[in-house]
């Protein structure tokens, strides 16, 4: 069974009509493809968007695309060419600008034996999926709530998470059984450099894996590498991180005029497969 939807408003099987090749259920909920090529998933924003501003957006993927993480991407191609199956759908959780889902793509197809894999982004912010789109990130690209995704249970192979916090049970309910979740954790020295201007009584303290009981690791492996970074990109790489709004405005205006020769970046890639529902 490959992808297949389901309506975020009702929870009912979506179809697709032949013409306007649009989304919809029986309840008259549809979903369309914006111009611009991704799916709209979500209702239309009455409020002023949330998320990143233009500038981060910009600055964010430069950043990415200058090469600082590739050692983060070929661990990423490592795992998943020794995990996933040929023609299987592999789906970017809060895939942001599709940075990681277009090096991936791009990493596996220089594999041996091509895998034919299936590729998916989801965001919930708007500016991130239309730059994602605007990048010709590959695959299917989706506008959507993480608290409601628009796929039936048990329909992807492969569930990529990196460096995003994992929120509710979304994610775990579409993964197949017995498929895999890949998620990049920030590990203990993770920008410890930065963290060091933010909390003054910084301490290393253990790693900890704590996710949802249909889950369990099956594997964990440490990857650390260092960076020289200007005190601009280390902004960038500060605003990515879930403790960018403890900075003031004075610990930012000190991190811009310092230059990091050593950033610590310190990550573990939790393997976790779905335990398999056996049937009464």
Same mark, same amino acid.
């Given at each position: 069974?490959?992808?297949?939807?389901?309506?975020?408003?009702?929870?009912?099987?979506?179809?697709?009509?032949?013409?306007?090749?649009?989304?919809?259920?029986?309840?008259?909920?549809?979903?369309?493809?914006?111009?611009?090529?991704?799916?709209?998933?979500?209702?239309?924003?009455?409020?002023?968007?949330?998320?990143?501003?233009?500038?981060?957006?910009?600055?964010?993927?430069?950043?990415?695309?200058?090469?600082?993480?590739?050692?983060?991407?070929?661990?990423?191609?490592?795992?998943?060419?020794?995990?996933?199956?040929?023609?299987?759908?592999?789906?970017?959780?809060?895939?942001?600008?599709?940075?990681?889902?277009? &090096?991936?793509?791009?990493?596996?197809?220089?594999?041996?034996?091509?895998?034919?894999?299936?590729?998916?982004?989801?965001?919930?912010?708007?500016?991130?999926?239309?730059?994602?789109?605007?990048?010709?990130?590959?695959?299917?690209?989706?506008?959507?709530?993480?608290?409601?995704?628009?796929? +039936?249970?048990?329909?992807?192979?492969?569930?990529?998470?990196?460096?995003?916090?994992?929120?509710?049970?979304?994610?775990v309910r579409i993964?197949?059984d017995d498929g895999?979740?890949?998620?990049?954790?920030?590990?203990?020295?993770?920008?410890?450099?930065?963290?060091?201007? +933010?909390?003054?009584?910084?301490?290393?303290?253990?790693?900890?894996?704590?996710?949802?009981?249909?889950?369990?690791?099956?594997?964990?492996?440490?990857?650390?590498?260092?960076?020289?970074?200007?005190?601009?990109?280390?902004?960038?790489?500060?605003?990515?991180?879930?403790?960018?709004?403890?900075?003031?405005?004075?610990?930012?205006?000190? +991190?811009? &005029?310092?230059?990091?020769?050593?950033?610590?970046?310190?990550?573990v890639l939790v393997?976790?497969?779905?335990?398999?529902?056996?049937?009464?």
């Amino acid at each position: 069974m490959g992808l297949e939807y389901q309506c975020p408003t009702c929870g009912l099987v979506l179809k697709q009509h032949k013409a306007s090749q649009g989304f919809y259920c029986v309840n008259k909920h549809h979903f369309d493809r914006n111009e611009q090529g991704y799916w709209v998933f979500t209702k239309p924003q009455r409020q002023k968007p949330t998320g990143d501003s233009r500038e981060q957006v910009r600055a964010k993927r430069f950043l990415l695309e200058s090469g600082i993480f590739s050692p983060l991407i070929d661990k990423l191609a490592e795992i998943i060419t020794g995990s996933i199956t040929p023609d299987a759908c592999l789906l970017d959780y809060e895939c942001a600008q599709g940075f990681f889902l277009r &090096a991936l793509a791009s990493k596996l197809a220089e594999v041996e034996n091509p895998l034919n894999v299936q590729y998916v982004g989801v965001a919930d912010a708007e500016n991130a999926i239309f730059a994602a789109a605007k990048a010709q990130t590959p695959g299917i690209l989706c506008l959507s709530s993480s608290k409601k995704l628009p796929f +039936i249970d048990n329909c992807v192979d492969f569930i990529t998470v990196i460096d995003r916090p994992l929120k509710g049970k979304e994610s775990v309910r579409i993964l197949k059984d017995d498929g895999t979740m890949l998620l990049v954790m920030p590990g203990p020295r993770h920008l410890w450099q930065l963290r060091e201007y +933010i909390y003054p009584d910084l301490a290393e303290k253990p790693f900890k894996v704590n996710l949802p009981s249909a889950l369990s690791v099956k594997d964990t492996q440490a990857l650390s590498f260092t960076l020289s970074v200007t005190g601009e990109q280390a902004l960038t790489l500060l605003d990515m991180a879930p403790y960018a709004w403890r900075a003031t405005d004075k610990m930012k205006h000190d +991190i811009q &005029a310092n230059h990091f020769e050593s950033l610590e970046i310190d990550y573990v890639l939790v393997s976790a497969h779905k335990r398999v529902v056996e049937s009464l």
